[in-house]
Nanobody
Framework: QVQLVESGGGLVQAGGSLRLSCVASGSIFRLNTMAWYRQAPGKQRSLVAR???????MYVGSMKGRFIISRDNAKNTVYLQMNSLKPEDTAVYFC?????????WGQGTQVTVSS
């Protein structure tokens, strides 16, 4: 059974930075491509960035150039470095495979960016 536990969220002022972590139990990395998603209040959950087993990355929209996704397979951990944060980045952030597996959604970590 796979479990994903996100951490690192918090309250930050606009322009600030946060680093999110996602630790996986079980054989998560056999899923190869991992991703970060986010869900803002009243909106659907959406893809933020993904990283495949070879380290190739992809970012969605305005996250490109501000966010950096990385992974440490030895630690079963995926990271999301978020820089130049904006109020519109406020959301609950989740990690999962890409495409996501329903059974793998965790509780997420709240990121709140104040203006």
């Amino acid at each position: 059974q796979v479990q994903l536990v996100e951490s690192g969220g918090g309250l930050v002022q606009a322009g600030g930075s946060l680093r999110l972590s996602c630790v996986a139990s079980g054989s998560i990395f056999r899923l190869n491509t991992m991703a970060w998603y986010r869900q803002a209040p009243g909106k659907q959950r959406s893809l933020v960035a993904r990283i495949d087993s070879g380290g190739s990355t992809m970012y969605v929209g305005s996250m490109k150039g501000r966010f950096i996704i990385s992974r440490d397979n030895a630690k079963n951990t995926v990271y999301l470095q978020m820089n130049s944060l904006k109020p519109e980045d406020t959301a609950v952030y989740f990690c999962n495979s890409e495409p996501p597996r329903l059974a793998y959604w965790g509780q997420g970590t709240q990121v709140t960016v104040s203006s």
